[in-house]
């Protein structure tokens, strides 16, 4: 039964999806069935998406309706035709895509090798030796922080690896699965996008080439001009600064402070109605009993995922045709199919986790499958979540969303704020759209033409902040939207609900925002380095976390709550 705030919340809900659906009838109606520049049309995909998640906290939903509206906006306006297309054509075509269909096979893999892993007693095993090192919270999370940033290859691969590994150390500690998540996050793809090899390197230097053609110039090492702008990524250092200026600080605030004074004060690691993206019956999967507790259990099994990631990232990226140097290895990570390459690697990492399980005596091969396959179907709800997600991602690029985003820019604008305008926009376009590749590939072409027009037709290093303004704010809406690939994955690797994960995140998304801005891009532009930049910014955090932020030590929470009562008697 609904009660009444959600039954208000269902109210807007509704009313708001026919508001946009008649605004949609309307605008086209005005406009005649030829028009294929949709303008403010194409923002209602992406406003139905995240306004629905915040009202409905239902994500699935949110999403489906967006689809669905989006299609009924490419049918002119056909509510009949529009349902008809979003089950024949806009799922189908998602589901058909080589990548997508790779990764939804790779994430109900894991599922499977988590599970094995679990009734193993691998990931027990491997959690109470690290509590025996990590023995207070802020060393579980220092932990899984530099796991995060060690595991760089891969964003999807570092969610995917850190959070089923660390999970069962901060749950015994009372680390909300709220932070967990906003770590894995954060040292995910801010950490990956700046990595010197790994599976986006080729795509942002492709990027770079793109740039070049569209300001009418040859580039000549785009590699080089990549590693350039790794200092002016200036949100993507300052969004890893902040997680590990809060782990030694031992403070939060807004809705992460609500969050770690639940887990840390009552042991609820999440809210009672939240829905962990990673069921319950997994995340809380139970040694078989009379299993002796072996590390290697879990130890071999990541090793070889992370090992056969590595050779299969070389390999599809062509590496044998490469010299065996580090210009090789960078240029065959750059060129890889990182989709296939986990999902060999998850698949010979099950392979050897039931060879082991066998040999072992722990299970037989019937009970391993059994258990495998039961892992496989836990994770439904994350792959349904992506389907729609990447269902409503391919609809705003037939919409041209990000280009009508972009447009609103304008050109007329002075070269001193220009790289923070493009890194505003980009955090819009890529909030909106949920995709940093997506962002980059619209935002570039215009914003390097714009740069250089500022710097005369000269390559300097105003026109690499320039794109680094671009690849900086595309990774915030990869980082904290609710339809971005990336953010879905942190939440299921860490098992938080998904919602709760965006608003918790999301006021320190916007913290390292704001700093990368007003620090970092603005007197960047005047020509300061962000050599004194960087460790300005990283004290601007400092300070701002000790101004807003509030101790999660317990004694200070329990110090609080007696307080509290206090006042109210």
């Known amino acids: 039964m609904l009660t009444k705030v959600s039954g208000r919340r269902w109210a807007i809900a509704i009313i708001f999806v026919f508001a946009m659906l008649l605004f949609t009838n309307i605008v086209l109606a005005d406009d005649g069935d030829e028009t294929k520049n949709y303008g403010v049309l194409s923002l209602v995909v992406p406003i139905i998406a995240i306004a629905m998640s915040f009202i409905t906290r239902q994500v699935i939903l949110s999403l489906g309706t967006a689809v669905f509206v989006g299609a009924v906006i490419l049918n002119g306006g056909n509510i009949f035709y529009g349902f008809l297309r979003t089950c024949d054509t806009y799922i189908i075509a998602t589901v058909t895509d080589t990548w997508d269909i790779t990764l939804i096979l790779f994430i109900l893999a894991v599922g499977g090798l988590i599970a094995v892993m679990a009734r193993m007693g691998g990931t027990q095993a491997m959690a109470l030796a690290m509590a025996k090192k990590a023995k207070t919270a802020k060393y579980a999370m220092i932990a899984t922080w530099i796991m995060g940033i060690i595991i760089f290859f891969e964003d999807m691969a570092?969610?995917?690896?850190?959070?089923?590994?660390?999970?069962?150390?901060?749950?015994?500690?009372?680390?909300?699965?709220?932070?967990?998540?906003?770590?894995?996050?954060?040292?995910?793809?801010?950490?990956?996008?700046?990595?010197?090899?790994?599976?986006?390197?080729?795509?942002?230097?492709?990027?770079?080439?793109?740039?070049?053609?569209?300001?009418?110039?040859?580039?000549?090492?785009?590699?080089?001009?990549?590693?350039?702008?790794?200092?002016?990524?200036?949100?993507?250092?300052?969004?890893?600064?902040?997680?590990?200026?809060?782990?030694?600080?031992?403070?939060?605030?807004?809705?992460?402070?609500?969050?770690?004074?639940?887990?840390?004060?009552?042991?609820?690691?999440?809210?009672?109605?939240?829905?962990?993206?990673?069921?319950?019956?997994?995340?809380?999967?139970?040694?078989?009993?009379?299993?002796?507790?072996?590390?290697?259990?879990?130890?071999?099994?990541?090793?070889?995922?992370?090992?056969?990631?590595?050779?299969?990232?070389?390999?599809?990226?062509?590496?044998?045709?490469?010299?065996?140097?580090?210009k090789g290895i960078q240029n065959s990570f750059g060129n890889c199919d990182s989709a296939s390459s986990i999902f060999y690697a998850v698949i010979l990492s099950s392979i050897v986790c039931i060879v082991m399980a066998v040999a072992q005596k722990i299970m037989t091969l019937r009970e391993v499958i059994d258990v495998w396959l039961d892992g496989c179907k836990e994770l439904l709800l994350t792959v349904t979540i992506l389907l729609f997600a990447w269902t409503?991602?391919?609809?705003?690029?037939?919409?041209?969303?990000?280009?009508?985003?972009?447009?609103?820019?304008?050109?007329?604008?002075?070269?001193?704020?220009?790289?923070?305008?493009?890194?505003?926009?980009?955090?819009?376009?890529?909030?909106?759209?949920?995709?940093?590749?997506?962002?980059?590939?619209?935002?570039?072409?215009?914003?390097?033409?714009?740069?250089?027009?500022?710097?005369?037709?000269?390559?300097?290093?105003?026109?690499?902040?320039?794109?680094?303004?671009?690849?900086?704010?595309?990774?915030?809406?990869?980082?904290?939207?609710?339809?971005?690939?990336?953010?879905?994955?942190?939440?299921?690797?860490?098992?938080?609900?998904?919602?709760?994960?965006?608003?918790?995140?999301?006021?320190?998304?916007?913290?390292?925002?704001?700093?990368?801005?007003?620090i970092g891009f603005i007197p960047a532009s005047l020509g300061v380095s962000p050599i004194i930049l960087i460790p300005i910014g990283i004290v601007v955090l400092y300070i701002v976390v000790r101004v807003l932020g509030k101790s999660t030590k317990l004694e200070d929470l329990q110090a609080e709550t007696a307080q509290e009562s206090i006042e109210i008697l």
């Open 158 to 326: 570092n969610s995917l690896i850190v959070g089923p590994t660390m999970r069962p150390v901060t749950d015994e500690l009372n680390v909300s699965r709220e932070k967990l998540s906003y770590i894995i996050d954060s040292t995910a793809g801010p950490v990956t996008d700046m990595a010197f090899i790994s599976s986006w390197v080729a795509y942002e230097i492709g990027m770079i080439g793109i740039a070049f053609t569209a300001a009418g110039m040859t580039v000549a090492n785009a590699y080089g001009i990549f590693l350039q702008t790794i200092p002016y990524r200036f949100y993507n250092i300052f969004a890893i600064a902040l997680v590990i200026i809060l782990i030694l600080t031992e403070k939060d605030y807004g809705p992460m402070y609500n969050a770690e004074k639940r887990a840390r004060l009552s042991g609820k690691l999440y809210e009672d109605n939240s829905k962990p993206m990673m069921s319950k019956e997994l995340d809380a999967m139970n040694v078989k009993e009379g299993v002796p507790l072996r590390m290697c259990n879990a130890i071999v099994p990541i090793v070889t995922f992370i090992v056969v990631t590595l050779l299969a990232m070389w390999y599809t990226g062509k590496g044998y045709k490469e010299p065996m140097n580090i």
């Open 392 to 518: 409503s991602g391919n609809l705003m690029g037939e919409l041209g969303t990000g280009d009508y985003i972009a447009e609103l820019v304008g050109g007329n604008v002075p070269g001193v704020v220009l790289p923070v305008i493009i890194f505003a926009v980009s955090c819009l376009v890529s909030f909106s759209t949920g995709t940093s590749y997506g962002t980059t590939a619209i935002m570039i072409p215009i914003a390097f033409p714009l740069a250089m027009g500022v710097t005369g037709g000269t390559f300097n290093e105003y026109a690499v902040l320039a794109i680094a303004s671009v690849t900086s704010g595309a990774i915030f809406g990869d980082h904290c939207s609710p339809i971005s690939d990336t953010t879905i994955m942190s939440s299921m690797g860490s098992a938080a609900d998904l919602m709760d994960h965006i608003r918790t995140q999301i006021p320190y998304a916007v913290t390292a925002a704001v700093v990368a801005g007003v």
